[in-house]
Structures are given as C-alpha cells and as structure tokens.
T-cell receptor, first 119, second 113 residues
Framework: GAGVSQSPRYKVAKRGQDVALRCDPI?????LFWYQQALGQGPEFLTY????????KSGLPSDRFFAERPEGSVSTLKIQRTQQEDSAVYLCASSLIGGTSGRGYNEQFFGPGTRLTVL | KQEVTQIPAALSVPEGENLVLNCSFTDSAIYNLQWFRQDPGKGLTSLLLIQSSQREQTSGRLNASLDKSSGRSTLYIAASQPGDSATYLC????????????WGAGTKLIIKP
C-alpha cells in the first residue's frame, strides 16, 4: 500500500522567502508528526496532530514556523522568512492512532523527507 | 531533559562480522525505545520496538536489548551484509507524551564486501 509521501523532495529557497512543505499521510492514519533533521543529527520533534487538531507544537523553533492539517489528512508545514539555520530535512510521520500517557502507542511511519536548503 | 547518545558515530566492518551498536539515555523513565534504519533519500524505517517492561526484541538477524537501570540499549546485528549499510538511530519516548520521540544522532554503518 501507499506509504507517507512528501513534496517537494528538494527545495531551495533564498533567505527571506516563504516555503510550504506538504505531507500526505497513510490513508486512515489519525496522527501526524513533523520532525526537523539537521545534517548529521537525529530528528527533532516539531509538532503533532490528531485529526485536524494540533495537540502539541512545543517543538516549533520560532513563530516563523506554522503547521496545519485542516481536514485531518494532508498537512502543510509553512516556514516564513526562511533563514539559513532552517536548512534541514523535514520529516513527516503518521500513525494509526496517537499516544498519550497510558493510552498505548502506535508505530510511526515516516515519509522520505523534504530537504530544504536556504541560501 | 532526556538526552540520547549513540556511540560510535561511524563504524566500518567487513561483511560477515557480528556487530553491536550502542545507545544510551539519561532518564531511565522511558515508555519505549525504538531502533530505526535511515537510508539516504528513503526516510526512516522502524526495526525494533522495546516496551519499557521488556528486556529485548528480535527480528531476523537483529536483536535489541534494553537495560533501563543503566540507561542503555544495544542493537546486535549478526552476520552483517553490505545491504545492512545505513545509518541506525535509536529513539526513546517518555510517559507524559509517548508520541514525542527523542533521538540519538545515529551510527553510520558501512559493511565492506
């Protein structure tokens, strides 16, 4: 079956430009996650959606970062006024259900990522 | 604050060898620990998941162990093959928000034919 897809796969932006990164989760998956992975580092959590509700955005590095999932399926991560430090791979993951304390855990399936380079 | 460390950062071994990758974490109160494989341009694939109540998990040539008291996990790969070449990452989750994975920086593994 189809996995998590992300587009574009590569994005080059000039400093100051706005960018939008798209994630198509696995059909029927309730939860969706965004991660940022700098070169040579592990991913870092950005935000978490359960259906259309953004339940956790504690990892967003600044107010230039904004994520939405208006219909509970496709999600978009928007970065305004990009800076060079935003250069990274942005990973999206989805899971059948999300987890909170005591409610079980579902495996997260990852997309291939979008590599953003800000010049 | 939970911190995850993986040593070594890179490892190169001849084909056929058994090898061990290490992962350590600072807070032993984890919900679970996972090992992932990352191939260039292909995202992350979950290899093994160990719940906090478990000591180990096995899948084929892979065996992962968990020692919460010492804050350590190891990934054992038996009879390594060139196709095992990839970056291996471990990630832990906590009880308060078990969806939020805290990651190590990974070990880049190269298996030489």
């Amino acid at each position: 079956g189809a996995g998590v897809s992300q587009s574009p796969r590569y994005k080059v932006a000039k400093r100051g430009q706005d960018v939008a990164l798209r994630c198509d989760p696995i059909s029927g998956h309730v939860s969706l996650f965004w991660y940022q992975q700098a070169l040579g580092q592990g991913p870092e959590f950005l935000t978490y959606f359960q259906n259309e509700a953004q339940l956790d955005k504690s990892g967003l590095p600044s107010d230039r970062f904004f994520a939405e999932r208006p219909e509970g399926s496709v999600s978009t991560l928007k970065i305004q006024r990009t800076q060079q430090e935003d250069s990274a791979v942005y990973l999206c993951a989805s899971s059948l259900i999300g987890g909170t304390s005591g409610r079980g855990y579902n495996e997260q399936f990852f997309g291939p990522g979008t590599r953003l380079t800000v010049l | 604050k939970q911190e995850v460390t993986q040593i070594p950062a890179a490892l190169s071994v001849p084909e056929g060898e058994n090898l061990v990758l290490n992962c350590s974490f600072t807070d032993s109160a984890i919900y679970n620990l996972q090992w992932f494989r990352q191939d260039p341009g292909k995202g992350l694939t979950s290899l093994l998941l160990i719940q906090s109540s478990q000591r180990e998990q096995t899948s084929g040539r892979l065996n992962a162990s968990l020692d919460k008291s010492s804050g350590r996990s190891t990934l054992y790969i038996a009879a390594s093959q060139p196709g095992d070449s990839a970056t291996y990452l471990c990630a832990v989750s906590g009880w308060d928000s078990n969806y939020q994975l805290i990651w190590g920086a990974g070990t880049k593994l190269i298996i030489k034919p």
